[in-house]
């Protein structure tokens, strides 16, 4: 499968933000940046105009996240909690792990890399960690590889 094809797990909140997100930039955005252009050219010489190359700038930044955007939402998976085995760690799962051996607790959901934000408490199923716990029940042992070394982690919860 290539990159833009592969699916971008979502929970309802995060696809909403996704949408509205696309929304502003097609909407709001775009009209912003052409008006910008439009001035930028009013003024003359654009070989030296830089309000005119940033406008430039901020113009493919924009159309490159609105196809970015677009390609998500075209390949977004609702994560469905009613169809997922609630013993066993999945992309939606609410995680508690305890390190292992001095027995630090933290508490993590598991959501598509689209949302992730671990200063939140919600890592990126395709994260190091989120990746070793995913398929694992309470009770497991998740080895997780970090620049120091490999981290265990005991699965204590799992909502």
Not at 31 to 39: G, P
Not at 105 to 112: L, Q, S
């Given at each position: 499968?290539?990159?833009?094809?592969?699916?971008?797990?979502?929970?309802?909140?995060?696809?909403?933000?996704?949408?509205?997100?696309?929304?502003?930039?097609?909407?709001?955005?775009?009209?912003?940046?052409?008006?910008?252009?439009?001035?930028?050219?009013?003024?003359?010489?654009?070989?030296?105009?830089?309000?005119?190359?940033?406008?430039?700038?901020?113009?493919?930044?924009?159309?490159?996240?609105?196809?970015?955007?677009?390609?998500?939402?075209?390949?977004?998976?609702?994560?469905?909690?009613?169809?997922?085995?609630?013993?066993?760690?999945?992309?939606?799962?609410?995680?508690?792990?305890?390190?292992?051996?001095?027995?630090?607790?933290?508490?993590?959901?598991?959501?598509?890399?689209?949302?992730?934000?671990?200063?939140s408490g919600k890592i990126s199923n395709?994260?190091?960690?989120?990746?070793?716990l995913i398929g694992k029940k309470i009770?497991?042992?998740?080895?997780?590889?970090?620049?120091?070394?490999?981290?265990?982690?005991?699965?204590?919860?799992?909502?």
């Amino acid at each position: 499968m290539s990159q833009n094809n592969k699916d971008v797990f979502f929970t309802e909140e995060g696809l909403e933000k996704v949408k509205q997100e696309l929304e502003h930039l097609k909407i709001e955005r775009r009209h912003e940046v052409a008006q910008r252009l439009k001035e930028a050219i009013a003024q003359g010489d654009l070989s030296e105009n830089a309000e005119y190359d940033s406008a430039k700038e901020e113009q493919a930044f924009i159309e490159s996240r609105i196809h970015t955007l677009e390609n998500m939402i075209r390949n977004a998976k609702i994560i469905s909690h009613e169809n997922q085995d609630k013993d066993t760690v999945n992309v939606g799962s609410k995680v508690t792990i305890q390190e292992v051996p001095d027995g630090e607790t933290e508490v993590y959901t598991i959501v598509g890399s689209a949302e992730s934000d671990p200063l939140s408490g919600k890592i990126s199923n395709e994260s190091p960690i989120g990746a070793e716990l995913i398929g694992k029940k309470i009770g497991d042992i998740a080895n997780v590889p970090a620049p120091a070394g490999t981290i265990e982690f005991k699965i204590v919860k799992i909502d």
